[in-house]
């Protein structure tokens, strides 16, 4: 077993790359790009592309050690069989989930908009793992996955920070695994989201998890 160390807060985390995936969370065009779900929610999607190059960087890092890379997407059956009607009627978007936007059918697996952004999709080997809820593991098979390849340790990376990253994640922590979130490659539509769900998650020593830059993977030991 081969042992890294990553400074982090609230303290040093360690793992075992062959033990060790990385989740990354729904990069997809739907959520960054003009006229998907975010913006039809009425976000600024524009502070979600600025993570696109970190991302990348961090996806090569972990392919570089050989580590298993699982993709996430949250994404529906196009007969909306898997959306909760509570979920697609909630508030007041201007295109509902199903609706036809400029990326096609909004949040339909199939659809461009729900296709990963460019330079972001998997490669040979690597987990895709469509998700109808904000929780990658409800309703996927991500737990049996990783349980049957072994995995103990997971960064995570992604959008968004404080909905379907935290929520993954807490879910993750419930399941036994030890997480990281690497702060500089996940990303918000609301700044101080962002900040509060990192905060929250390193709070009490570690209760959800871990969080560092990417800068110190990079500097792991
Ligand atoms: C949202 C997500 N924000 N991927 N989805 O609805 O965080």
């Known amino acids: 077993m081969t042992v890294s160390r990553i400074e982090a807060a609230p303290f040093a985390w360690e793992f075992d790359?062959?033990?060790?995936?990385?989740?990354?969370?729904?990069m997809q065009r739907d959520f960054v790009e003009p006229g998907g779900f975010g913006e039809t929610l009425g976000n600024n999607v524009a502070l979600l592309g600025a993570i696109v190059p970190t991302v990348h960087a961090l996806l090569e890092w972990c392919?570089?050690?050989g580590m298993l890379v699982v993709h996430t997407r949250e994404a529906h059956r196009a007969d909306l069989s898997d959306c909760p009607p509570a979920k697609r009627?909630?508030?007041?978007?201007?295109?509902?989930?199903?609706?036809?936007?400029?990326?096609?059918?909004?949040?339909?697996?199939?659809?461009?908009?729900?296709?990963?952004?460019?330079?972001?999709?998997?490669?040979a080997g690597e987990i895709e793992i469509v998700k109808p809820g904000k929780g990658a593991f409800y309703a996927t098979a991500l737990g049996d996955i990783l349980r049957l390849k072994g995995i103990t340790h997971l960064l995570f990376a992604?959008?968004?920070?404080?909905?379907?990253?935290?929520?993954?994640?807490?879910?993750?922590n419930d399941?036994?695994?030890?997480c990281?979130?690497?702060?500089d490659a996940t990303e918000s539509y609301f700044?101080?989201?962002k900040r509060a769900t990192i905060e929250m998650?390193?709070?009490?020593?570690?209760?959800?998890?871990?969080?560092?830059?990417?800068?110190?993977?990079?500097?792991?030991?």
């Open 17 to 26: 790359p062959s033990r060790t995936a990385l989740v990354c969370i729904d």
């Open 63 to 65: 392919r570089a050690r």
């Open 89 to 123: 009627l909630r508030g007041n978007p201007r295109l509902r989930i199903g609706d036809a936007g400029p990326m096609g059918r909004i949040l339909i697996d199939g659809e461009a908009g729900a296709a990963f952004v460019p330079g972001l999709a998997p490669v």
């Open 158 to 172: 992604g959008v968004t920070t404080e909905v379907c990253v935290q929520t993954t994640m807490r879910e993750a």
């Open 175 to 178: 399941r036994g695994y030890e």
């Open 180 to 183: 990281l979130l690497v702060e």
């Open 191 to 193: 700044p101080e989201f």
């Open 201 to 221: 998650i390193r709070a009490q020593g570690a209760i959800v998890g871990w969080t560092a830059p990417f800068a110190a993977l990079c500097a792991a030991a």
